[in-house]
């Protein structure tokens, strides 16, 4: 969710450790209004942070069954500090990084040795990607100039200025061909991807927030996303059709310098076979019934006022009965995987979900933090993951920033358990500096992980608790468009 500084004036959630001292205090709790609220759970006592020597700079440590088999680095123009890896996409044999400074596709055919085959310099925070066949969707939030790949930054109060969607035609995997741009409103902090029930169609959920009366296309309030509809055989005719209010009621107002207000959404995961979506809205989570692609309705909202910050992203498990929730605690600039900030904040949160149609409810079970102590000179808290395809046990990878990847089962929602880890020593041992796994993804039989700094890690994981992912093969994945074992 980190963003680069700009005149937009939504600022970047790097914080200095000063400043992220605000975010890591203890959150008063705040009216429950119409959404449910959380109570404070332990950390069973396994997850205690562990004893161990901190790592020296760049230093690898992991667990036997989790190792490193490959790591390509940023190349130019995308080898700067500024030039953030950020999110995933896989299609056949390749792989599909977002950078601040556009995107790569990797052919990853042969896993331990990855290669670059195209690198598309279009300027543009966070570029959050997508592909759906010889489609490929970047997403926006930074204010530019214009819509091309050549434009500059500019202030959001410039009523010309554009955020929002682009559209690439990647056919050509080694040159790919931009096709279409559409505006949003508060343009595209990311986007995911719901195919629409007609199969001509595929929808992107753009979710974007942080309005500003100063902005003339981001005004607040904004409860709302937006839907873009991408005819398949004709992307150029790519349009905004509607922008559902998600919060007519409200959503969370926040305590100022500890638990973000809610005013949109960060994140939104899709379970198309099931008509149901989650999203992860800042200060609330909610459950969504999507069974009509253009009108997605809430049907269940909850929200922690104890001990989450920044609702970021959530994930299903493959049966759809339970959903797993993120906390961003200090935007993913900040050290919160040490002792002061604890096991509940800066974590996963896991909730089961009861009942059936509309009266489904999402129920808190527990929370889940890496279950070891990082440097505060690491930036480090629970950010991107995906289910792996393990049949009859809930088990998922995660990005930890600097925190590395974290391998765990919540099979037993009251009692998730690490099986796996593999991380690298801080990129400073005397400063914090941002960096680390922006998003780590299981995808035919390994795990990519896209690193802020260091490029692209591949990594093998050898488990008997998993062996069965290894039987599942897909043809493309987006892990915000989650599927079923059984439809795979």
Same mark, same amino acid.
């Given at each position: 969710m980190i963003r680069s500084p700009r005149p937009r004036g939504r600022q970047l959630k790097i914080v200095s450790l000063a400043a992220a001292g605000l975010l890591l205090g203890s959150v008063a709790t705040a009216p429950p209004g119409h959404a449910a609220q959380t109570p404070v759970a332990q950390t069973p006592a396994a997850q205690s942070p562990a004893a161990a020597p901190p790592l020296g700079v760049d230093e690898i440590s992991s667990s036997p069954n989790l190792r490193q088999i490959a790591n390509l680095p940023k190349q130019a123009p995308f080898d700067t500090a500024a030039a953030f890896g950020t999110d995933i996409a896989f299609q056949g044999r390749y792989a599909f990084a977002g950078n601040y400074n556009g995107f790569v596709i990797y052919d990853i055919g042969k896993p331990s040795a990855p290669s670059i085959v195209s690198q598309v310099l279009c300027p543009g925070s966070q570029n959050d990607i997508s592909v759906y066949g010889n489609l490929l969707f970047l997403s926006t939030d930074s204010s530019r100039s214009d819509d091309s790949c050549s434009s500059v930054a500019q202030p959001a109060s410039v009523k010309e200025s554009w955020e929002g969607i682009k559209? *690439?035609?990647? $056919?050509?995997?080694? #040159?790919?061909?931009?096709? %279409?741009? +559409?505006? &949003?409103?508060?343009?595209?902090?990311?986007?995911?991807?719901?195919?629409?029930?007609?199969?001509?169609?595929?929808?992107?959920?753009?979710?974007?927030?942080?309005?500003?009366?100063?902005?003339?296309?981001?005004?607040?309030?904004?409860?709302?996303?937006?839907?873009?509809?991408?005819?398949?055989?004709?992307?150029?005719?790519?349009?905004?059709?509607?922008?559902?209010?998600?919060?007519?009621?409200?959503?969370?107002?926040?305590?100022?310098?500890?638990?973000?207000?809610?005013?949109?959404?960060?994140?939104?995961?899709?379970?198309?076979?099931?008509?149901?979506?989650?999203?992860?809205?800042m200060g609330d989570g909610v459950l969504m019934d999507i069974?009509?692609?253009?009108?997605?309705?809430?049907?269940?909202?909850?929200?922690?006022?104890?001990?989450?910050? *920044?609702?970021? $992203?959530?994930?299903? #498990?493959?049966?759809?009965? %339970?959903? +797993?929730? &993120?906390?961003?605690?200090?935007?993913?600039?900040?050290?919160?995987?040490?002792?002061?900030?604890?096991?509940?904040?800066?974590?996963?949160?896991?909730?089961?979900?009861?009942?059936?149609?509309?009266?489904?409810?999402?129920?808190?079970?527990?929370?889940?933090?890496?279950?070891?102590?990082?440097?505060?000179?690491?930036?480090?808290?629970?950010?991107?993951?995906?289910?792996?395809?393990?049949?009859?046990?809930?088990?998922?990878?995660?990005?930890?920033?600097?925190?590395?990847?974290?391998?765990?089962?919540?099979?037993?929602?009251?009692?998730?358990?690490?099986?796996?880890?593999?991380?690298?020593?801080?990129?400073?041992?005397?400063?914090?500096?941002?960096?680390?796994?922006?998003?780590?993804?299981?995808?035919?039989?390994?795990?990519?992980?896209?690193?802020?700094?260091?490029g692209l890690d591949v990594l093998k994981l050898t488990d008997w608790r998993t062996w069965s992912a290894e039987l599942v093969r897909l043809r493309e994945l987006n892990v915000q468009t989650q599927a079923g074992y059984l439809s795979w």
């Open positions: 559209v *690439f035609d990647i $056919s050509d995997k080694a #040159n790919p061909r931009y096709v %279409k741009a +559409v505006e &949003t409103a508060c343009g595209s902090h990311t986007h995911t991807l719901v195919p629409g029930k007609d199969r001509k169609t595929v929808y992107l959920y753009v979710s974007s927030y942080s309005p500003r009366a100063e902005f003339p296309d981001c005004q607040p309030p904004h409860d709302s996303i937006s839907i873009v509809k991408v005819p398949v055989k004709s992307p150029t005719d790519a349009a905004v059709v509607a922008t559902p209010n998600l919060f007519p009621d409200g959503g969370y107002e926040g305590v100022p310098g500890r638990a973000s207000a809610t005013s949109g959404c960060h994140d939104i995961t899709a379970y198309p076979s099931k008509d149901l979506a989650a999203g992860a809205c069974s009509d692609r253009e009108s997605p309705r809430v049907i269940n909202q909850v929200r922690d006022t104890v001990n989450f910050a *920044f609702w970021h $992203s959530a994930t299903f #498990n493959n049966a759809g009965t %339970k959903v +797993v929730f &993120t906390d961003e605690l200090g935007g993913g600039g900040a050290a919160t995987c040490n002792e002061t900030v604890g096991p509940n904040r800066g974590a996963n949160a896991i909730y089961d979900i009861t009942g059936r149609g509309d009266a489904r409810t999402m129920v808190f079970r527990s929370y889940y933090k890496i279950p070891r102590v990082n440097a505060d000179t690491e930036n480090c808290v629970a950010h991107n993951g995906s289910l792996i395809p393990v049949l009859g046990r809930d088990i998922m990878v995660q990005a930890w920033y600097q925190g590395g990847v974290s391998v765990w089962d919540f099979t037993d929602s009251t009692k998730p358990k690490e099986i796996a880890y593999w991380e690298r020593g801080p990129l400073s041992d005397t400063q914090l500096a941002t960096g680390g796994a922006w998003s780590s993804y299981y995808y035919n039989g390994h795990i990519y992980s896209s690193d802020i700094q260091k």
